[in-house]
């Protein structure tokens, strides 16, 4: 089975600094993809960023960047820039390449951007 | 394109009693997920249609639960005879087939609460 953790619960960064938010996965599948979702306060989730588990590159969307270390089983998201609308949950996210495509998540991150 | 509806978006009942949820998902998107959040954890998978079709079930889904999507549109999730332990976040998800299918997008979620 796979699992999916993040050890950091909550997280806080200035306005106009990076952060990094980590998680690691599990899984005996060879071909897989990972995301990171983002849930603001009292709204719907929404995707940050996708990463295939084939692609050595690693993915980026405009201030979000990811650090795919695919042996180690370790997928972390760079924020740079940090915005107050950052201020999110974040939800890394895990899925097989076959089956019914459905999310394994991990417990999550708050992040909270100071001004 | 609306996106994802749930309705009710909060919902209070008394143990025992039984509860509806509904999800309409983006219109042309054949592939519906249910899933639960529960306080301080990710979302967990429930249930996945491919259009009218309930293709796998989480063993998460307790007798009490059931699912059904008629026509392949719309969705509903019932939870007969409620429990404390039903208190939760219910995520609705949606996407298309094809490459379309690593991507879903949430709804704003239907808040249990049983007392």
């Not at chain 1, 915005?83 to 417990?107: E, H």
């Not at chain 2, 989480?58 to 009490?64: A, C, T, W």
Request: proline share 3%.
């Amino acid at each position: 089975a796979q699992t999916v953790t993040q050890s950091q619960p909550e997280m806080s960064v200035q306005e106009a600094e990076t952060v990094t938010l980590s998680c690691t996965y599990d899984t005996s599948e060879n071909n897989y993809y990972l995301f990171w979702y983002k849930q603001p306060p009292s709204r719907q989730m929404i995707l940050v960023i996708r990463q295939e588990a084939y692609k050595q590159q690693n993915a980026t969307e405009n201030r979000f960047s990811v650090n795919f270390q695919k042996a180690a089983k370790s997928f972390s998201l760079k924020i740079s820039d940090s915005q107050l609308g950052d201020t999110a949950m974040y939800f890394c996210a895990f899925m097989t390449d076959s089956g019914t495509y459905k999310y394994i998540f991990g417990t999550g991150t708050r992040l909270k951007v100071l001004a | 394109d609306t996106g994802v509806s749930q309705d009710p978006r909060h919902k209070i009942t008394k143990r025992g009693q039984n509860v509806t949820f509904r999800c309409d998902p983006i219109s042309e998107h054949n592939r519906l997920y249910w899933y639960r959040q529960t306080l301080g954890q990710g979302p967990e998978f429930l249930t996945y249609f491919q259009n009218e079709a309930q293709l796998e079930k989480s063993r998460l889904l307790s007798d009490r639960f059931s699912a059904e999507r008629p026509k392949g549109s719309f969705s509903t999730l019932e939870i007969q005879r409620t429990e404390q332990g039903d208190s939760a976040m219910y995520l609705c998800a949606s996407s298309l087939d094809g490459s379309g299918r690593l991507t879903q997008y949430f709804g704003p979620g239907t808040r249990l609460l049983v007392l």
